[in-house]
């Protein structure tokens, strides 16, 4: 192998290089904007699930299901 075939090895070996760590630079940017998303819609998940437990376990409600069960 030839100097002119060592360094086209080590040209291509080190754009190949930065072009991962590129990708990889991009790819955590982009799944720390999607985690926050997803926190977001969790907890307003929670929070309807709060209200929604509160209507169900309210006895009002429980009374108007067994009236309308008769």
Known sequence: MGPFEIAAIA??????????????????????GELEALQTEINRLKERVVTLESIVTDKSYQLKDQINKL
């Open 11 to 32: 040209i291509i070996g080190g754009l190949a290089y930065s072009a991962y760590e590129t990708h990889m630079k991009t790819k955590s940017k982009a799944g720390k």
